[in-house]
């Protein structure tokens, strides 16, 4: 089993930044991948990010490219987001995910995922 735990949501103004952490624990040591999804109020779960965990290439929806980036570190178990130039469509909940299988998948989908985070809400207001 795999626990991740976010942290680093809130409130904040349009145009502003926010870093999101992502806390990994347990059997962390078959992680093929992470990524970051998120959910706004009556709208399904959408990707944001992903990122292969040994090799470091990433993934972004084109909503956030160029604003968001993900990072990690292997060592530490943990994958941050960060969030710039936040825009009122980016309030939601967002969800750091772990991927343990090597699927030929992309990781944009989310059931390719095993274990999922509790969720931390972004609020951006205009």
């Known amino acids: 089993q795999v626990q991740l735990v976010e942290s680093g949501g809130g409130l904040v103004q349009a145009g502003g930044s926010l870093r999101l952490s992502c806390a990994a624990s347990?059997?962390?040591?078959?992680?093929?991948?992470m990524g970051w999804f998120r959910q706004a109020p009556g709208k399904e779960r959408e990707f944001v990010t992903a990122m292969y965990w040994n090799v470091g290439v990433t993934y972004y929806a084109d909503s956030v490219k160029g604003r968001f980036a993900i990072s990690r570190d292997i060592a530490k178990n943990t994958v941050w987001l960060l969030m710039n130039s936040l825009k009122p469509e980016d309030t939601a909940v967002y969800y750091c995910?772990?991927?343990?299988?090597?699927?030929?998948?992309?990781?944009?989908?989310?059931?390719?995922?095993?274990?999922w985070g509790q969720g931390t809400q972004v609020t951006v207001s205009s």
């Open positions: 347990g059997r962390t040591y078959n992680t093929y991948a």
């Open positions: 995910a772990s991927r343990t299988k090597n699927v030929a998948l992309p990781l944009t989908r989310a059931d390719t995922y095993d274990y």
